[in-house]
């Protein structure tokens, strides 16, 4: 696997389970974001993780619980949604050098029912 | 709030036309701006990028034109092909301080054959 993976590709859940999105990236970087992106708007980021440490919480609503056990993984655990909260969640990853540039990847496309 | 604007929100152009989409930002701390191009059910991927000491770079058909004073920027894509219909995203960063990137609201470009 190169560059950053997510799982999975799609999730449906209804508005009492408890998931989870997976992020992986293998391209040694130092800091990872999770970001939403609905229709119609722009990318909205959540949280910013530095070396494992959370640096950043927009505000997000506690139903969504980030981890990151280390500086390749993230997750995004998820439980009782609502239906505004379908959207495509992407995760990112980028050094901690300048420019800092960001590498996404693919996306989980998550429908809450 | 720090902000990237971009505009216009959709642009239809001829292949073999020129594709110009303009974005300006607030904040000049910023010293990194890349364009990243999404495709449908894809993540975000780096495009091209400039630094505000040079006015133009050309990477193939795609050219990012900066203006420092005006603290606007916009990519032109050259000869346009229906394989460039995607959504371009502009974006901010390298402010000292800070490693997260401003991005724009996004323009959905179509390419007609």
């Known amino acids: 696997e190169t560059g950053v993976t997510q799982t999975p590709r799609h999730l449906v859940m209804g508005m009492t389970n408890k998931k989870s999105l997976k992020c992986e990236q293998h391209?040694?970087?130092?800091?990872m974001y999770w970001y939403k992106q609905s229709a119609k708007k722009p990318l909205e980021l959540m949280f910013v993780?530095?070396?494992?440490?959370?640096?950043e919480n927009n505000s997000v609503p506690s139903r969504f619980s980030p981890e990151c056990p280390n500086s390749s993984h993230l997750f995004l655990h998820l439980h009782t949604l609502q239906p505004e909260d379908s959207a495509l969640y992407l995760c990112?990853?980028?050094?901690?050098?300048?420019?800092?540039?960001?590498?996404f990847g693919p996306g989980t496309r998550l429908t809450v029912t | 709030q720090q902000q990237v604007k971009q505009s216009p929100q959709s642009l239809i152009v001829q292949k073999g036309g020129i594709s110009i989409i303009n974005c300006a930002y607030e904040?000049?701390?910023?010293?990194?701006f890349p364009w990243y191009q999404q495709f449908p059910g894809k993540g975000p991927a780096l495009l091209i990028a400039?630094?505000?000491?040079?006015s133009e770079k050309k990477e193939g058909r795609f050219t990012i034109s900066f203006n420092k004073s005006a603290k606007q920027f916009s990519l032109h894509i050259m000869d346009s092909q229906p394989g460039d219909s995607a959504t371009y995203f502009c974006?901010?960063?390298?402010?000292?301080?800070?490693?997260?990137?401003?991005f724009g609201t996004g323009t959905r470009l179509k390419v007609l054959a």
């Open positions: 993780y530095n070396f494992k440490e959370q640096t």
């Open positions: 391209l040694g970087h130092n800091a």
């Open positions: 974006a901010a960063g390298g402010a000292s301080g800070t490693y997260k990137y401003i």
């Open positions: 400039i630094r505000p000491d040079v």
């Open positions: 904040i000049t701390a910023f010293d990194y």
């Open positions: 990112a990853s980028s050094p901690l050098t300048f420019p800092y540039e960001q590498y």
